[in-house]
């Protein structure tokens, strides 16, 4: 199977809808929000993870003072350190959007840029000549592959921003003009709004780069010229290129991959992840075919961002943009090689017109886009159903029966819990508590990151760390090993308790640990710290 280039657009006998009619592209947006978070639970699958929750307060915490933070606002175990919001104005605007009209809010925005980003790319299928009917299932395979990451986090404004800046670059490729510049403030938001931002440039340098090597010197020197004014529009950000220098340390940090579960490769158990392999496979396979047709730059871009996807499942979501054009685009030049070998009445044929006919005569998305997508939002989303982070994931009932208990103490509380409910306590409960670990991996690093894995797992110097950090208040899953630890040592109370979550507190002037039942930790998990 070889592919060509952009595929020729077949003259249409399909009459087009009436400008006072929403369009095809209109319809499948609506549909497509519906299906992907109109079923029950749908909308609140944004927040099953709870990174939102600290964004929320960092935004506020921008909009209260009007400056951007330099020192932690949330830990008890790194006070005063040196930090900074890199994600500032994704922060910014989840903290108005949540004042606004609370979490409903922020997640029906975070599934419109999510759904605009889908639109985008079928948009692109279709104005690259694919056909309606390779654009729509290459499109909906792409979009079921990403919803790994399919979540109210910052990270969707990159997969929005990539989608449209490579849609850009690649259209410029094919025939050069001034619309590419605009690459430059889109690369200054997304600095602002995302740490993705870092790929945008590499992806311009790769473009440069095998220009270059093809010895085309003028695209060589524009898109290294486009790759300059990109990387220094990075820059405009309020921390400068320290923020550059964090995110590269972060990527790169060996702790980083081998304990956040996002950073590590995907598993291959679920059906998302399966069709990701599906297309992964396709790309791959692809990508040679596109190199042979002069399809240099995509071809090398589907191979990188296969490597990136493989290596950490944060990285499908971008792979599947990549892929996607590569995949359409050969398998629609199959087909249309196919149809140009079969009678003109045959099936081949007449599907393959039918699908040019009909993918030239959808029409671009108009107004009644917003009217179609409110009216979704109108039969799909109540605020009474995301007033509240997920209860089967997060201890919402615990901490709303025993937010005395959670807040009340002789000082602010230091509180023991898991990074992810540490995340829904700052949502709920700042500035009133301050937590030992939370979902800023890249703030807290190995160190305190170590720490933290050894009082879940009581493994090396747990007892040591327990004692050090002097907790006042624990809420543990019922998984965690120190909970059976706690339930019989005299020093600690059990305050609450439910089939998620167990509630300790510290009695007043104990120590963190009983003599007795600290030796009944050791025997617990054995001599030397391990399970």
Not at 62 to 86: E, H, K, M, N
Not at 131 to 160: C, D, K, M, N
Not at 494 to 520: C, H, I, M, Q, T
């Amino acid at each position: 199977m070889t592919c060509s280039g952009p595929i020729p657009r077949a003259e249409t006998n399909v009459r087009r809808a009436p400008w006072w009619m929403p369009s095809v592209s209109d319809l499948f947006f609506a549909a497509l929000l519906y299906a992907a978070f109109g079923r029950r639970g749908g909308w609140q699958s944004l927040l099953t993870d709870a990174d939102c929750g600290w964004h929320i307060r960092t935004g506020e915490y921008i909009l209260t003072t009007g400056s951007v933070p330099w020192t932690d606002l949330f830990s008890f175990s790194r006070p005063g350190s040196p930090w900074f919001a890199w994600e500032w104005l994704s922060d910014v605007l989840f903290a108005w959007l949540y004042r606004a009209a609370g979490l409903s809010a922020v997640v029906a925005f975070s599934g419109l840029v999510i759904g605009i980003a889908v639109l985008l790319l079928w948009c692109w299928l279709l104005r690259q000549g694919v056909g309606l009917f390779v654009a729509l299932p290459v499109t909906l395979l792409a979009a079921s592959a990403s919803t790994v990451h399919y979540l109210a986090r910052p990270h969707i404004f990159t997969i929005l921003l990539f989608t449209v800046s490579l849609w850009l670059l690649i259209g410029d490729r094919r025939h050069p003009g001034a619309r590419v510049w605009w690459l430059v403030p889109i690369t200054a938001l997304w600095a602002n709004l995302h740490g993705g931002f870092l790929a945008w440039p590499v992806t311009l340098a790769v473009a440069a780069f095998i220009d270059a090597c093809s010895r085309d010197w003028s695209k060589a020197r524009r898109y290294g010229g486009l790759t300059l004014a990109c990387a220094a529009a990075t820059l405009l950000n309020p921390y400068g290129p320290r923020v550059h220098a964090h995110i590269v340390q972060y990527l790169g940090s060996a702790w980083i991959s081998n304990s956040i579960q996002e950073f590590q490769s995907p598993q291959f158990r679920s059906e998302n992840v399966m069709i990701y392999g599906l297309l992964l496979i396709a790309g791959l396979l692809l990508a040679p075919s596109a190199w042979r047709n002069g399809e240099r730059f995509q071809a090398v871009l589907v191979c990188l961002w296969a490597c990136a996807s493989l290596r950490s499942a944060r990285h499908i979501p971008l792979y599947s943009i990549v892929a996607a054009p590569v995949i359409a685009g050969c398998w629609s030049a199959a087909w249309r090689r196919l149809a140009h070998r079969s009678a003109p009445r045959s099936l081949a044929a007449t599907a393959w017109q039918a699908s040019l006919e009909y993918g030239s005569a959808l029409g671009r998305p108009t107004p009644w886009l917003a009217a179609l997508a409110a009216g979704v939002f109108a039969a799909t989303l109540s605020p009474k159903d995301v007033s509240d982070f997920p209860s089967q994931r997060f201890p919402a009932e615990m901490v709303k029966l025993h937010s005395k208990e959670l807040k009340t103490s002789g000082r602010t509380p230091r509180i023991l819990t898991t990074d992810q409910w540490a995340d829904y306590l700052i949502f709920r409960l700042y500035p009133d508590v301050r937590v030992f670990f939370d979902g800023r991996s890249d703030f807290y690093g190995p160190e305190v990151g170590n720490q933290y894995r050894a009082l879940m797992q009581l493994t090396g110097d747990w007892r040591e760390q327990l004692r050090r950090h002097d907790f006042d208040v624990a809420l543990l899953p019922l998984d965690w090993p120190l909970r059976e630890i706690l339930e019989t040592d005299r020093a600690w109370r059990k305050a609450g308790a439910d089939k998620l979550a167990v509630l300790f507190v510290r009695n007043p002037g104990a120590p963190v640990l009983s003599g007795g039942e600290a030796a009944r930790g050791a025997n617990l998990v054995g001599e030397g710290g391990t399970q």
